[in-house]
Structures are given as C-alpha cells and as structure tokens.
C-alpha cells in the first residue's frame, strides 16, 4: 500500500482550491497551477518505476480493505496515462499564460483546469465503479465551466449539447451502476471481475455491459460523436487542446479497462459490437474530416478517427493489439494537444479559421509551419515520430485477431488524416503570402515554446520506444491477464509477498 497512489489527484485538486481565493493574482496562479501539474507527473514517473520493481500498487482509504472500502490501484495502465495527462497538461498551461489573457484568468480558467485534471487523474486510478462516476463527474462540470468561459453565443451553443448528451449519459451511467450491483452484490472491480468469472456473464450482465458500452462511447466519442466537432472547437485554443488531449481518453480507458477485467466472457457479442462501433467511427470521422473547410472542425474529426483507431484494438483483444492501442493513446495525447495549439494559433495570428481564406503563412510564421508539418507526420505514423510505432503494433495485433476489414479501415483512416492535415498546410501556409509586414502581428517566442516541446515529446516518445515499452508491455500483459489485476487487489498473501 502506498499514499503516494492520492497525490496525482490530490495535488491539483487542493491547488485548485488555493487558487479560488487568489483570482486576481495572476503570477501565483500561473505559478502554483504549473507546479501543481508538473509535480503530478513527477509521480507518475516515480510510481510507474515503483511497479517495475514491486508490482501493482494499492491505496486503501481509510485503512479499508478491499472490497469494503474505497480504493485506488495503480498499474501501469493507469499511470502512463496519469503521467501524460500531467505532462500534456503542463505543457498546456505554458501556452494558456501567454494566450489565455486576464478576462479568463479572472475567470478561474487556471483552478478549472486543475479539477478536471485532478477528475481525469482519479478516473485513470480508481478502483472501483462508483468511484469512477464520482471522478466522471469532477472531470465533467470543471469542462461545463471550461467551455462557457467568456460567453460567447458559439460556447454557449456548443454548450447546451455537450451538457445534455453527458447529463443523459450520466444517468445511464448511474442506470448501469445500479443493475450492476443488484445483479453482483459489489461495485469493486477486482471482485467484479472475480464474481463474473466465478458465474459467468450470462444474460442479464451481458445487457448491463451494453449499458456500459452505451455511456463510455458517449464519453469517448466511439460512434455516438455528434456532439464532439462542435464542442471542441468552440472554446480558446488552450481549453480545446486540453480536451482534445485528454477527455475522450477517460472514456476510451473505461472502455478497455472494464472489457478486458469484468466484462470479457462474451466476446462474440461485445468485441463484435466495439469492433462495428470502431469501424463505423473510423469511416465517419474520415467523411467529416475531408468535408469540412474550417480548420478546428477538421482537427476535431481528427479526434474522431483516432478514437475509433485506438479501439480497433479492444476489439481484437490480444496483447500484441492492445499494446498498440496503449503506445497510441500516449501518441495522441501528446500529438493531439499539439494540433490543437498550432491550429488555435494559426487563427488567432489571421483572425481567420476557414481553408480558403489563409494562405502563405510559412513565409510570415516558418516555425508555426514546421511545427504544424511535425504533427501532421506524426499523426500519420511517419517515423521516427510517435504515433509509428502504434500502427505498427495494431497492423500486427489486427492480423493476428484475423480481423482484415478493420485493418483496412484502420490504415486507409492514416491516409485520411494525411489528406485533410495535407490541405490545411498546402492551402494555409504554402501559395501566395496574403498577409503584408505590416498587417503581421508579432509572434512571440514563449508562445511558440510549448508547441516546440510537445514536437520534442512527440519525436522522444517516437525514438524512445524501448524505455516506454517495459511499462506497456507490463500495462498489456495486465489487461489480457486480468487475474493479475484481481489478487494484486484481493489477494493479501500476493501484496505481502511483495
């Protein structure tokens, strides 16, 4: 057992605090809300190579032992993902001091932040079913918030559908919760995953498990994205880069947290539906992203594709595919807020956010155009940078699962993000400059530095594979071996043997 399993949550979470009585004291926000993230992922590290050396950690709350009381469970999974949230979301805040300006620091845009990091973080460590929904909901309302920051008639509207469509899949949410602990006696997932093994998942759990696929789709965007262009794309570029990068992750790590540990004895029926579901996301998210002008919108259908790109292999549910899907949700984490910076920034410099009305902006920002080429590689596998060695390893688990036509889909989405990230950098800043001298506004440096080290990170993920790979080998050899997860939790002798 250790206390430094609460520390991630914790640490944003009581900054956030802090900075509610600070509003107007802008350098002590920035510098307490940097600290506070930068300090989670410091942990992150330091528990991950905690699990290397003594296994699945665990947090009893209370001196409650499992399965009675409140718990947190650390494996690597669950804190690669910590780690990267963290990491992304202070790389974000970096960009969000020199771009967000005073209206929105007043506005308590910083200690928003923090909750729905501090809400991301528990959702990642959690141990058990309710608690999930409670870290849910933390993530959900600091993002209600986030999105209406400023007013504007877009945000609003945008809004409206974001709040309705997650209040709704909340109540499905605490629907599933409910059947679920009538049918099981426990909300534990260890024990879940011990009873449904014990009893099989007959009828009745297999409806439940459908509730569940039906709420974290909802909150992953897996098909039933229709509310995620819009919402994303009408908030500051720092808000929506945070977003992007994190909020469709807790969803997607539901999903294959809790169909690879309670949830998988029936795969020819909820593997079958994911793998639908992905296939149907992938041709989706690609039709929207090749028709649409406005360059948020098409980044925002870029989250799409990767969504359904990560859960391809959840439906195929070997090790080899879902190593590929972990090594992709840390890429996209990283490559997404990236995207969501330089696109954010190309439209605050021009004042413009459609295609055809930019153009030759390599010649007035070359950085800013590099930067965006960068990303645009490494969302489309292109070596050495990150996201290659994920369709690598996804291309081999999906032909190992047999599984051609989402293999297909799969790659030919890679050419579509190719395509459509393609003509915002052909359209945008290659042609004819149409910005003179003097109509160029200044880009700062401290401005452009995040964005530079989110390429850093996106080329060290890339070239340092190896280093990554004992945590996400160790983080898939879990998934695919849930008896693992269950006596590190329930087993006392396991954890003394430690």
Same mark, same amino acid.
């Given at each position: 057992m250790t206390n430094a399993l609460v520390l991630p949550v914790l640490i944003p979470l009581l900054t956030a605090i802090v900075l509610t009585f600070f509003r107007n004291s802008f350098i002590l926000q920035r510098t307490l809300s940097f600290l506070a993230t930068a300090s989670s992922a410091g942990i992150g590290v330091y528990l991950l190579l905690r699990i290397q050396s003594e296994g699945i950690l665990r947090l009893d709350f209370g001196g409650w032992e499992p399965p009675y009381g409140i718990l947190f469970v650390g494996?690597?999974?669950?804190?690669?993902?910590?780690?990267?949230?963290?990491?992304?979301?202070?790389?974000?805040?970096?960009?969000?001091?020199s771009t967000i300006g005073e209206a929105f620091e007043k506005m308590y845009v910083y200690p928003f932040m923090l909750f729905l990091l501090a809400g991301v973080n528990g959702s990642f460590l959690t141990g058990d079913v309710f608690n999930l929904f409670v870290c849910f909901e933390v993530m959900l309302l600091a993002s209600y918030a986030l999105l209406i920051l400023g007013g504007r008639k877009v945000q609003l509207v945008e809004a409206f559908t974001y709040i309705t469509i997650n209040v709704l899949a909340s109540w499905f949410f605490l629907l599933a919760i409910a059947y679920l602990y009538g049918a099981t006696g426990t909300l534990n997932m260890a024990q879940l995953a011990e009873r449904v093994a014990e009893n099989g998942q007959g009828p009745v759990l297999t409806v439940i498990s459908l509730i569940f696929l039906l709420v974290f789709s909802l909150k992953a965007g897996l098909l039933l994205y229709f509310w995620l262009p819009g919402s994303y794309s009408a908030?500051?570029?720092?808000?929506?880069a945070l977003f992007g990068a994190l909020l469709t992750k807790v969803?997607? %790590?539901? @999903?294959?947290? /809790?169909?690879?540990?309670?949830?998988?004895h029936s795969p020819e029926i909820t593997q079958s539906i994911i793998g639908i579901m992905a296939a149907l996301t992938l041709i989706g998210g690609s039709i929207g992203a090749l028709s649409s002008s406005n360059i948020q919108q098409i980044i925002a259908y870029n989250v799409v594709i990767a969504v359904g790109f990560i859960l391809v292999g959840l439906a195929a549910g070997?090790?080899?595919?879902l190593q590929g899907?972990?090594? %992709?949700? @840390?890429?996209? /984490?990283?490559?997404?807020?990236m995207l969501f910076l330089a696109g954010g920034l190309m439209i605050s410099l021009t004042g413009k956010a459609k295609i055809g009305e930019l153009s030759g902006l390599i010649r007035n920002y070359p950085t800013l155009g590099w930067l965006f080429f960068i990303v645009m590689l490494s969302l489309t596998g292109i070596p050495p940078f990150s996201g290659f060695i994920g369709k690598v390893l996804l291309g081999e688990g999906l032909i190992e699962a047999e599984t051609y036509v989402l293999l297909t889909l799969a790659f030919l989405s890679s050419l579509f993000v190719l395509y459509s990230l393609l003509r915002i950098f052909l359209n945008c800043f290659m042609g004819e400059a149409i910005i003179g001298s003097e109509e160029q506004v200044v880009l700062k440096k401290r401005t452009l530095l995040p964005i530079v080290m989110l390429g850093v990170l996106t080329l060290a993920i890339g070239i340092g594979a190896d280093?990554?790979?004992?945590?996400?080998n160790d983080a898939a050899s879990t998934l695919v071996n849930p008896q693992t997860y269950i006596e590190a939790v329930l087993d006392k002798e396991a954890m003394l043997k430690k």
């Open positions: 494996d690597s999974f669950a804190l690669l993902l910590v780690t990267a949230a963290a990491t992304v979301t202070s790389i974000i805040l970096l960009y969000a001091f908030p500051p570029a720092a808000i929506a969803g997607i %790590y539901a @999903l294959i947290r /809790m169909f690879t540990l309670v949830f998988h070997n090790e080899v595919a899907s972990i090594y %992709y949700v @840390l890429h996209d /984490m990283v490559s997404k807020a280093a990554i790979a004992p945590f996400v």
